[in-house]
């Protein structure tokens, strides 16, 4: 049995929706001290929004690493939840000193990648001008995603044109969880619509802009994963190696596409080794 469903069972002794397990997961989350400032527009469209979370005892002259989370859902061509959804995961990195930022973006098929990207990339800016006004450090600043969403951060964290160049130079690491880097020729049939033009086929793979200037980069994997293929985490691994980018892989047992973000839920988290590796990598990288 996975730990995705290991921990609908011990939630609730059945099996239940991904949205009913989320909304249990959540309450639990939030009923944890934390302070969550809701809502905040970094754009002028709805979608265009993103939540803070910090520690309780966060005041405006702490200086706290910031984690900024992208959620997946094939970009918007699949089940896409909010960013409410995701309170566990900035909870679990709360108790770590953390300062997390969870941003929604518009979706597939109302917009193209182009747009998503565009917020992705608003959502860090905004962050490095105004995250020093809730504790957060704007120059220490990680990107995190899963799945889709990590195919947005590694965008972000491998191609500079991207973000503004302070923002860039502010980037202390991306924690990539299951994300697609390096999958062409595309295989689902949403794709060539998504990443079509004026954007050419290998102009969607983060995997195109490695050059040796990227920040620390730490991939997490699960080996029982069928939905991302292991070629989108060795290629870019053997890429960002070759082009001498610090860069770390973990591969984990029996794993699978939900079960690595399912590691940051109670009571999954404590102990558990994909959430410890992400941990160590923030503590590492933003003492450099």
């Not at 889709?148 to 951060?153: E, S």
């Not at 590694?154 to 973000?163: F, V, W």
């Not at 160049?165 to 980037?171: G, M, P, V």
């Not at 619509?193 to 050059?211: A, C, K, M, R």
Request: glycine content about 6%; some cysteine; proline content about 6%.
């Amino acid at each position: 049995m996975g730990s995705a469903t290991v921990l609908t069972f011990l939630i609730v002794g059945v099996a239940t929706s991904t949205q009913a397990t989320l909304f249990i997961v959540n309450q639990l989350a939030l009923t944890q001290e934390m302070q969550r400032y809701t809502s905040i527009a970094y754009g002028s469209e709805a979608a265009q929004q993103l939540d803070v979370y910090t520690p309780i005892n966060t005041t405006y002259t702490s200086s706290l690493p910031v984690v900024i989370f992208f959620y997946g859902g094939c970009w918007g061509a699949c089940e896409t939840l909010p960013k409410e959804d995701y309170a566990f995961v900035a909870q679990t990195l709360l108790e770590h000193g953390i300062v997390v930022v969870i941003a929604d973006y518009r979706l597939f098929p109302t917009v193209r990648f182009l747009s998503i990207i565009e917020d992705a990339r608003n959502a860090v800016e905004w962050t490095h001008q105004h995250i020093a006004e809730y504790g957060g450090n704007p120059k220490q600043l990680f990107l995190m995603g899963h799945s889709a969403g990590a195919h947005l951060a590694a965008m972000l964290a491998m191609n500079q044109a991207y973000l503004s160049q302070d923002a860039y130079a502010d980037l202390n690491g991306f924690i990539g969880l299951a994300g697609p880097y390096n999958f062409l020729p595309f295989d689902e049939p949403y794709m060539p619509e998504l990443f079509g033009p004026p954007l050419n086929e290998h102009e969607s793979q983060p995997i195109t802009y490695v050059d040796g200037s990227e920040p620390p980069s730490l991939l997490l994997y699960g080996d029982a994963d069928t939905r991302v293929k292991p070629v989108n985490i060795d290629g870019l691994f053997k890429r960002l190696e070759a082009a001498n980018s610090p860069v770390q892989k973990r591969i984990y047992q029996g794993v699978d596409h939900a079960d690595i973000i399912a590691s940051f839920a109670m009571p999954l988290r404590r102990e558990n080794p994909v959430v410890l590796d992400a941990i160590q990598f923030i503590s590492a990288s933003a003492n450099n």
